[in-house]
């Protein structure tokens, strides 16, 4: 079955620079969540999108931007990096329409490394 | 603050045994409790859920024990394998009325299997 595609993988900046993420939901599902994981630590919540619309919001710095497209995919944009923006960030999806909008599928992350 | 509590923090379970991982909850707003196991590097994996109008489910070797009184739920691992050696999250959601509610994960658990 086909799942939640990230990327990239794994991606290097230095501090102050401007990164990227994508995230292409599980064919169908309309909605998508990003979460940030630090090293050790649970997923934090960062903002969600419904049929393109931002649903819900949750600690994600001004400095980051998203947003969800017509075919769904969703890109997370994050400017002036800091060290502290290092980690895991995940992208789930679901399908809200189906009414199965609770059930959130995980992609494989994107690691993001500032030095 | 923590809203939802997930313990112990490490668990050592021999080959054969089970694994019991524990979660708290105070927001009764909270209708549904899935729980993830994520492995090193990779996205959390939706393992099982429930709602709170059940007080049992179970899936091939794992089942959750609900009790909505006592705001806890549980994860039993039965006949635990080495390949079930993983970081395990609980989570709930449906905190806010939004189309897209994110998940509020337990700090995490981590859990060995040896021979």
């Known amino acids: 079955a086909a799942g939640v595609i990230q990327s990239p993988r794994h991606l290097i900046k230095e501090k102050r620079e401007t990164a990227t993420l994508k995230c292409y939901p599980i064919p169908r599902h309309d909605t998508v969540y990003w979460y940030q994981q630090g090293p050790g630590q649970d997923p934090q919540f960062l903002i969600s999108f419904y049929e393109k619309m931002q649903s819900d919001k949750g600690s994600i710095p001004d400095r980051f931007s998203a947003q969800q497209f017509s075919d769904y995919h969703s890109e997370l944009n994050m400017s002036s990096l800091e060290l502290g923006d290092s980690a895991l960030y995940f992208c789930?999806?679901?399908?809200?329409?189906?009414?199965?909008?609770?059930?959130?599928?995980f992609g494989p992350g994107t690691r993001l490394t500032v030095l | 603050q923590q809203q939802v509590k997930q313990s112990p923090q490490s668990l050592i379970v021999q080959k054969g045994g089970i694994s019991i991982i524990n979660c708290a909850y105070e927001n009764t707003a909270f209708d549904y409790f899935p729980w993830y196991q994520q492995f090193p590097g990779k996205g959390p994996a939706l393992l099982i859920a429930?709602?709170?109008?059940?007080s049992e489910k179970k899936e091939g070797r794992f089942t959750i024990s609900f009790n909505k009184s006592a705001k806890q739920f549980s994860l039993h691992i039965m006949d635990s394998q080495p390949g079930d050696s993983a970081t395990y999250f609980c989570?709930?959601?449906?905190?806010?009325?939004?189309?897209?509610?994110?998940?509020?994960f337990g700090t995490g658990t981590r859990l060995q299997v040896t021979l």
């Open positions: 429930i709602r709170p109008d059940v």
């Open positions: 989570a709930a959601l449906g905190e806010n009325t939004g189309t897209a509610s994110k998940l509020t």
């Open positions: 789930a999806s679901s399908y809200q329409r189906l009414g199965q909008g609770d059930t959130q599928y």
